[in-house]
């Protein structure tokens, strides 16, 4: 079969596998009682072409002889192999399911999959377990799973078929656009309908159709390498037999797991300076992404693979499901030792690429054995970077020393003589040509109007390189050049489906700023003192969550696909709608103006499972309280599924790298606190790297037994507080020598020393009768040593408020 053929072969696969099911979101719209595979076949032929095209994937991709279609019923020779590969693909991809002897239901709604998460040291999970409502995914707002008393009974089967259908008929691309399609319009339908006893479906049907998509492709390729007799085979029943006799002998291994892991992230987004480093840290961020995602495309187009087979991407790594054939596994060499040579050139050795892969069967992808698949994964993973220039010796070797160039760069310190100026409105200075063009990057993805970022065939509309490749923006889809080859979609990357194309690649940037300038921000958003926080967050034993978080018989590659896919729309979509509209915000009285509602800061970083955020320090610190709620609620209040964050404060003249490790070890600090024998699940706030007698930061807050505690007392100083309208602070309604008072007690308590109790008992006397002050210094002369520290925090942030 000739490379042409070969690529339509998988083409076809892989949207045959995206739409195979379609019919299940057909048939609960419109209550018809027929089975899901006539509901689809027809759906799709009365669409017309091309989607009549790929009707023989609904029709026939089941195997049961009592259906009224099956895969004994294809009459079209044509299409024999391609079909019984995507029946083979769905057994597999469905194999997860438990067997259900209980009933049907259409408005069963899709089970939270963080819910069923469980890591042996933590607490059992005791709310209520949490569903998604039925509904179209949005860019612009935040999807929450809710207990089936409180979740709306509303299921819109309707509108989502009417969704996918104007849309489909609006427009045709391939796999890479049916896949944004299919996530807008699937992501919260149940992937099946069977309820039992102590059983709902909590696997996405998108998730379940990108699967089967993802198998389907690597089995034909490895059978087209392999098996190419199969091919000639007319009688899909008899291709299905062979397909599973031949595949399923011992040592043949269809499925390779594939892991690409960018090196030395940390270090090149924080390992610059200069007044305009915050908007560099920005476009450094944005730009790494934009490399994994050109990355991860180049390798598939080389291949000659389909998006389909993304797994997950984000968080500085990407994997993969691709066919164990000789040909992949060379082109994997050749492709990491290609781009290793290409970002050493670029970047100096700063970025580089770790890559690894393991073979796997068909067994292999039932739940129960595809945990160790992944474990192998990492274990070769590490020691891939344990060796991060492999191979480029001659390289590394010939590599002159920069040292005799006579200027450096302003912005990242590499020398050279080859500087441009930086005449960018108000930059001044002389940076390098990769900082040049960060800078102009910075610029340009700053401006909310600017959507895509597309590969440039014009030099003079160049704004960005991304691996030798210049890129250009774009506000609308209209005003991208034809000759463009790829495009990435930043903003609402599933709102203008109809009229974006296979070229456009969802690449949501968390990139949310009240302004672009630090001091704007700290000006109209400090309350107080005028200090800039700073907040690094990430999610706790992620690791051990994808490891084993799940009992051995929910180990399945479509629940590894959702709750990779669920991590990425909260830290990619949700962060930036939970900037723009707070729920805490203790002081509303001092925010006016046509933006009131967005915090005050700018977020740097948010993918993956981890953020950073600066701004003003009290809407910095009111954040970090509203995105832990908000991802307690998105993991169902899950004990094992936590987030933990540290926030420090700095002067506006801080280094940004200087800030951005301050941060860092505020987040590791919060790891390290236990409340009640749990351990992490903490915020670290006003983060100094100040130590207690034990050699313990204690402004370490628990966040479901000891951080609303601190915010309920916090809001109970401010009940009569009053807010002048000519400054920016807040009067209260004791001394701050009282709140000062209330630190000293935590000081002395902190030191050991045992009077501190009795300097409490004696401060509550001096105080007035029936006062705020009398009844603080009573309570603290009898309260464990938790409730002194959570009040001495709470009055050292009222007392940062009311300077």
Same mark, same amino acid.
């Given at each position: 079969?000739?490379?042409?053929?070969?690529?339509?072969?998988?083409?076809?696969?892989?949207?045959?596998?995206?739409?195979?099911?379609?019919?299940?979101?057909?048939?609960?719209?419109?209550?018809?009682?027929?089975? #899901?595979?006539?509901?689809?076949?027809?759906?799709?032929?009365?669409?017309?072409?091309?989607?009549?095209?790929?009707?023989?994937?609904?029709?026939?991709?089941?195997?049961?002889?009592?259906?009224?279609?099956?895969?004994?019923?294809?009459?079209?020779?044509?299409?024999?192999?391609?079909?019984?590969?995507?029946?083979?693909?769905?057994?597999?991809?469905?194999?997860?399911?438990?067997?259900?002897?209980?009933?049907?239901?259409?408005?069963?709604?899709?089970?939270?999959?963080?819910?069923?998460?469980?890591?042996?040291?933590?607490?059992?999970?005791?709310?209520?377990?949490?569903?998604?409502?039925?509904?179209?995914?949005?860019?612009?707002?935040?999807?929450?799973?809710?207990?089936?008393?409180?979740?709306?009974?509303?299921?819109?089967?309707?509108?989502?078929?009417?969704?996918?259908?104007?849309?489909?008929?609006?427009?045709?691309?391939?796999?890479?656009?049916?896949?944004?399609?299919?996530?807008?319009?699937?992501?919260?339908?149940?992937?099946?309908?069977?309820?039992?006893?102590?059983?709902?479906?909590?696997?996405?049907?998108?998730?379940?159709?990108?699967?089967?998509?993802?198998?389907?492709?690597?089995?034909?390729?490895?059978?087209?390498?392999?098996?190419?007799?199969?091919?000639?085979?007319?009688?899909?029943?008899?291709?299905?037999?062979?397909?599973?006799?031949?595949?399923?002998?011992?040592?043949?291994?269809?499925?390779?797991?594939?892991?690409?892991?960018?090196?030395?992230?940390?270090?090149?987004?924080?390992?610059?300076?200069?007044?305009?480093?915050?908007?560099?840290?920005?476009?450094?961020?944005?730009?790494?992404?934009?490399?994994?995602?050109?990355?991860?495309?180049?390798?598939?187009?080389?291949?000659?693979?389909?998006?389909?087979?993304?797994?997950?991407?984000?968080?500085?790594?990407?994997?993969?499901?691709?066919?164990?054939? @000789?040909?992949?596994?060379?082109?994997?060499?050749?492709?990491?030792?290609?781009?290793?040579?290409?970002?050493?050139?670029? +970047?100096?050795?700063?970025?580089?690429?770790?890559?690894?892969?393991?073979?796997?069967?068909?067994?292999?992808?039932?739940?129960?054995?595809?945990?160790?698949?992944?474990?192998?994964?990492?274990? @070769?993973?590490?020691?891939?970077?344990?060796?991060?220039?492999?191979?480029?010796?001659?390289?590394?070797?010939?590599?002159?020393?920069?040292?005799?160039?006579?200027?450096?760069? =302003?912005?990242?310190?590499?020398?050279?003589?080859?500087?441009?100026?930086?005449?960018?409105?108000?930059?001044?200075?002389?940076?390098?040509?990769?900082?040049?063009?960060?800078?102009?990057?910075?610029?340009?993805?700053?401006?909310?109007?600017?959507?895509?970022?597309?590969?440039?065939?014009?030099?003079?509309?160049?704004?960005? &390189?991304?691996?030798?490749?210049?890129?250009?923006?774009?506000?609308?889809?209209?005003?991208?050049?034809?000759?463009?080859?790829?495009?990435?979609?930043?903003?609402?990357?599933?709102? &203008?489906?109809?009229?974006?194309?296979?070229?456009?690649?969802?690449?949501?940037?968390?990139?949310?700023?009240?302004?672009?300038?630090?001091?704007?921000?700290?000006?109209?958003?400090?309350?107080?003192?005028?200090?800039?926080?700073?907040?690094?967050?990430?999610?706790?034993?992620?690791?051990?969550?994808?490891?084993?978080?799940?009992?051995?018989?929910?180990?399945?590659?479509?629940? =590894?696909?959702?709750?990779?896919?669920?991590?990425?729309?909260?830290?990619?979509?949700?962060?930036?709608?939970?900037?723009?509209?707070? &729920?805490?915000?203790?002081?509303?009285?001092?925010?006016?103006?046509?933006?009131? &509602?967005?915090?005050?800061?700018?977020?740097?970083?948010?993918?993956?499972?981890?953020?950073?955020?600066?701004?003003?320090?009290?809407?910095?610190?009111?954040?970090?309280?509203?995105?832990?709620?908000?991802?307690? @609620?998105?993991?169902?209040?899950?004990?094992?599924?936590?987030?933990?964050?540290?926030?420090?404060?700095?002067?506006?003249?801080?280094?940004?790298?200087?800030?951005?490790?301050?941060?860092?070890?505020?987040? +590791?600090?919060?790891?390290? #606190?236990?409340?009640?024998?749990?351990?992490?699940?903490?915020?670290?706030?006003?983060?100094?790297?100040?130590?207690?007698?034990?050699?313990?930061?204690?402004?370490?807050?628990?966040?479901?037994?000891?951080?609303?505690?601190?915010?309920?007392?916090?809001?109970?100083?401010?009940?009569?507080?009053?807010?002048?309208?000519?400054?920016?602070?807040?009067?209260?309604?004791?001394?701050?020598?009282?709140?000062?008072?209330?630190?000293?007690?935590?000081?002395?308590?902190?030191?050991?020393?045992?009077?501190?109790?009795? #300097?409490?008992?004696?401060?509550?006397?001096?105080?007035?009768?029936?006062?705020?002050?009398?009844?603080?210094?009573?309570?603290?002369?009898?309260?464990?040593?938790?409730?002194?520290? =959570?009040?001495?925090?709470?009055?050292?942030?009222?007392?940062?408020?009311?300077?």
């Amino acid at each position: 079969m000739i490379e042409e053929e070969r690529r339509d072969f998988l083409h076809d696969l892989a949207i045959g596998g995206l739409l195979h099911d379609i019919g299940k979101v057909v048939q609960r719209a419109k209550g018809i009682r027929k089975n #899901h595979m006539e509901v689809g076949g027809e759906w799709l032929t009365e669409l017309g072409p091309p989607w009549e095209k790929y009707a023989w994937a609904a029709f026939y991709h089941h195997t049961d002889y009592k259906a009224a279609t099956a895969l004994k019923d294809l009459e079209d020779a044509g299409k024999a192999v391609g079909a019984a590969i995507i029946a083979h693909a769905d057994n597999l991809s469905a194999s997860e399911r438990e067997d259900v002897t209980g009933k049907w239901d259409k408005d069963v709604p899709l089970r939270n999959i963080f819910d069923v998460v469980r890591l042996k040291d933590c607490e059992g999970k005791t709310s209520e377990d949490t569903y998604f409502p039925v509904t179209p995914l949005d860019d612009r707002g935040l999807i929450m799973p809710a207990s089936k008393k409180s979740s709306s009974k509303e299921f819109n089967y309707g509108s989502l078929e009417e969704g996918l259908k104007d849309t489909l008929k609006g427009s045709f691309g391939g796999p890479t656009w049916i896949l944004r399609v299919l996530e807008r319009y699937t992501s919260f339908v149940p992937s099946d309908t069977a309820i039992g006893e102590g059983r709902t479906p909590d696997i996405s049907l998108y998730d379940h159709l990108r699967t089967t998509a993802m198998i389907a492709v690597c089995i034909g390729d490895f059978v087209m390498e392999n098996y190419p007799q199969l091919l000639r085979e007319k009688d899909p029943m008899e291709c299905y037999k062979a397909l599973e006799r031949e595949l399923k002998r011992d040592n043949v291994s269809p499925f390779l797991m594939v892991e690409g892991d960018i090196r030395g992230i940390q270090k090149y987004i924080y390992d610059i300076s200069g007044k305009k480093a915050l908007r560099s840290l920005r476009a450094r961020s944005f730009y790494l992404e934009a490399v994994l995602e050109s990355t991860l495309s180049d390798l598939l187009e080389s291949l000659g693979m389909p998006m389909t087979q993304v797994l997950f991407v984000g968080g500085g790594h990407w994997i993969l499901l691709l066919p164990n054939t @000789k040909r992949v596994n060379m082109q994997l060499e050749d492709f990491k030792q290609s781009l290793n040579r290409k970002l050493y050139k670029l +970047e100096d050795g700063k970025l580089s690429l770790s890559l690894a892969w393991v073979p796997f069967g068909w067994e292999d992808l039932k739940e129960s054995k595809l945990n160790y698949v992944f474990k192998q994964m990492a274990l @070769k993973l590490a020691k891939e970077r344990c060796r991060p220039m492999d191979g480029l010796l001659d390289e590394i070797l010939g590599n002159q020393n920069d040292d005799y160039f006579s200027k450096s760069c =302003i912005i990242c310190g590499r020398r050279t003589d080859d500087l441009k100026s930086l005449d960018l409105e108000d930059e001044d200075g002389s940076a390098c040509e990769q900082c040049f063009s960060l800078t102009k990057l910075a610029k340009e993805i700053s401006d909310q109007t600017n959507k895509y970022l597309y590969n440039e065939p014009l030099s003079e509309n160049v704004v960005v &390189n991304i691996l030798g490749a210049p890129y250009g923006v774009a506000k609308n889809a209209k005003d991208i050049p034809k000759g463009t080859t790829r495009v990435f979609v930043l903003r609402d990357p599933h709102n &203008n489906l109809q009229e974006e194309d296979e070229r456009f690649i969802s690449l949501p940037w968390a990139g949310y700023a009240w302004d672009d300038e630090i001091g704007k921000v700290c000006d109209d958003g400090c309350i107080g003192a005028h200090k800039l926080g700073a907040l690094r967050m990430d999610v706790d034993n992620l690791g051990r969550i994808f490891a084993e978080g799940l009992d051995k018989n929910k180990y399945s590659l479509s629940r =590894i696909a959702t709750m990779s896919r669920l991590l990425t729309q909260f830290f990619k979509v949700y962060i930036p709608v939970i900037a723009r509209n707070p &729920n805490l915000r203790l002081v509303k009285e001092l925010f006016t103006g046509a933006q009131e &509602n967005g915090r005050r800061l700018i977020v740097v970083y948010s993918g993956g499972d981890d953020l950073y955020v600066v701004g003003a320090w009290n809407e910095v610190i009111e954040f970090a309280v509203d995105v832990v709620e908000c991802f307690r @609620k998105f993991t169902g209040d899950n004990p094992s599924v936590t987030i933990s964050g540290g926030m420090v404060m700095a002067d506006e003249t801080t280094p940004m790298y200087m800030l951005a490790e301050m941060a860092g070890a505020a987040e +590791e600090s919060a790891k390290e #606190h236990t409340c009640q024998g749990v351990r992490k699940d903490s915020l670290a706030l006003f983060y100094s790297g100040d130590l207690d007698a034990q050699g313990v930061f204690d402004k370490k807050f628990n966040t479901r037994r000891e951080l609303m505690t601190l915010i309920e007392k916090l809001k109970s100083f401010l009940k009569d507080a009053e807010f002048p309208k000519d400054k920016k602070t807040v009067k209260l309604k004791v001394e701050r020598a009282f709140l000062r008072k209330i630190m000293a007690l935590q000081e002395m308590e902190r030191e050991a020393q045992p009077l501190w109790r009795a #300097h409490a008992a004696y401060s509550a006397g001096r105080s007035k009768e029936k006062s705020i002050e009398k009844d603080v210094f009573s309570e603290m002369e009898s309260a464990e040593k938790d409730a002194l520290r =959570i009040t001495s925090v709470c009055a050292e942030w009222l007392d940062y408020m009311i300077r």
